[in-house]
């Protein structure tokens, strides 16, 4: 792998950080893209995605403090650059930003359903181009594998990451990339076609709690443990956090169809961008 692109004056460019960085500005686009389709502000929607992008980095960070002892036991290891440099931990970043959207899209008086959806293809792109920059860097490793596409990673990538080398693993960075690859091209078909506002964020959240779920079984990075859970139930923080977003995300999405559907057979033939 390349944890490194290259160097000015010394300084590394890491190659997971200009995937973070994409990613970011890739989520950013797309969401103002389909949001102005639909009708939204352009000015309001950079806006607003800016500081959800703040919101998910400290999020991202908070959550970390609670996965990572670590840093719970050296406060000031908050400070140091490799906790700066990580990516912290996602589901934490995702709170963060929805969180920070909820409130802003009230004082911006944008539609919470229909601006979340706007959103929702550009956080699946983030995550495909988000994970190829842990696979560069060599973070958030597979298990042993015997597998003909086990990857092995290179002594630089041990030093930067800690990740076992020279030894056959799981890509579980590829595995979610390539899946959310595809919930991105379904979540832009989706949102062409979805019948109510919401359905297409909530598509999102229950198809990447799943996805996640099934991929965490195949990691082998240290992922920490809030108050004793993982090893009282055996599941890792991210799968816990993806059982509370896979479940409430179903059901939000089948009483929003319910609604839809009671709607429709009322006879009012309402534009599926206007539902509410």
């Known amino acids: 792998m390349f944890p490194e692109l290259f160097r000015i004056h010394g300084f590394p460019i890491n190659t997971y950080g200009v995937f973070l960085a994409l990613a970011f500005l890739s989520a950013i686009l797309v969401a103002v893209r389909l949001g102005s389709r639909d009708g939204l502000p352009k000015e309001r929607l950079y806006d607003l995605c800016l500081w959800m992008l703040l919101a998910s980095l400290v999020g991202s960070k908070i959550l970390m403090l609670f996965t990572e002892p670590e840093y719970r036991g050296n406060p000031l290891?908050?400070?140091s650059l490799d906790f700066l440099r990580s990516g912290?931990?996602?589901y934490g970043g995702l709170i963060g930003a929805v969180v920070t959207g909820y409130f802003l899209m009230r004082r911006y008086k944008l539609p919470w359903w229909k601006t979340a959806d706007?959103?929702?293809p550009g956080i699946a792109l983030g995550n495909v181009l988000g994970r190829l920059g842990c696979f560069s860097a060599g973070c958030c490793w597979g298990k042993p594998t015997s597998a003909p596409w086990g990857v092995r990673f290179t002594e630089l990538a041990h030093e930067s990451t800690g990740v076992p080398a020279g030894i056959p693993l799981h890509p579980t960075?590829?595995?979610e990339s390539f899946s959310m690859l595809i919930v991105f091209f379904f979540l832009l078909w989706l949102h062409r076609h979805r019948r109510f506002n919401g359905q297409v964020i909530l598509a999102y959240a229950l198809l990447y709690s799943v996805i996640r779920f099934v991929i965490e079984f195949f990691r082998d990075d240290p992922r920490g443990d809030i108050l004793g859970?993982?090893?009282l139930t055996g599941l890792s923080t991210s799968q816990m956090i993806g059982i509370v977003v896979?479940?409430?995300s179903l059901l939000l999405l089948i009483k929003r169809w319910r609604n839809a559907t009671a709607t429709?057979?009322?006879g009012?033939?309402?534009p599926s961008t206007a539902r509410a």
């Open 264 to 266: 429709d057979n009322k």
């Open 118 to 120: 706007a959103c929702a």
């Open 88 to 90: 912290g931990v996602f």
């Open 173 to 175: 960075q590829l595995y």
């Open 229 to 231: 859970l993982t090893t």
């Open 268 to 270: 009012r033939r309402v």
């Open 77 to 79: 290891a908050l400070l």
């Open 246 to 248: 896979g479940i409430t």
